[in-house]
């Protein structure tokens, strides 16, 4: 499903891109959403290889302009994604890779961030989402932080911004920037 909603571009060319930070001070005891019919897992990925990881950063943010990860070196990204600091977790479906999360939690005790988590674009429509955002909250809360935050912008999916609330998350800040979409792609 590529981007269909390209935001209008400004006088420059760039596009106008809000990014909303959430937080969750407190864990929030709801019923969990049903776990998908199809068989599936979620298995954490020690120590990725740089290839894998560009895989899912692309596979699941290619429709929605995530690029940041893409700007950096194979020197710099290993660095990151084998910090102890990073734990990504990929949920399969039937064997296939159907999304992931990362999460970082250089800031405990204090916060546990969800620094990255989407559904690859073949599976967004099953319910995974909200399956796997919940089994994300649960990993994080077990480290016993203060706070879990996270956050999205105006190019994710639509259905993105709501959920994290439905979820719990509150807004606490926005930020107004403008991307490139010739060199951000």
Known sequence: MPIKRPPEPTPSGKWPVTITYL???ERVHTTPPPPPAAP?????????TVSFYRFLYDAVGRDWAWMDRKMLSDTELEAIITSP????YVLYVRGVPA????????G?????????FGIM?????????????NWALEEAWVKEPGRVTVN???????????????FGFQPVRQ??????PVEDH
């Open 152 to 166: 999205t912008c105006t190019l994710d999916h639509p259905k993105a911004l709501p959920m994290y609330q439905r």
């Open 40 to 48: 599936h897992a979620i298995i954490r990925a020690e120590n990725p």
């Open 23 to 25: 937080q969750m001070d």
């Open 99 to 106: 999304g992931y999360a990362e999460l970082n939690t250089a």
């Open 85 to 88: 600091n990073t734990e990504i």
């Open 175 to 180: 930020r107004e920037i403008e991307i490139d």
């Open 108 to 116: 405990l005790p204090e916060v546990v961030d969800i620094a990255y």
């Open 121 to 133: 674009p073949e599976f967004i429509g099953m319910k995974l989402g909200p399956y796997f955002l």
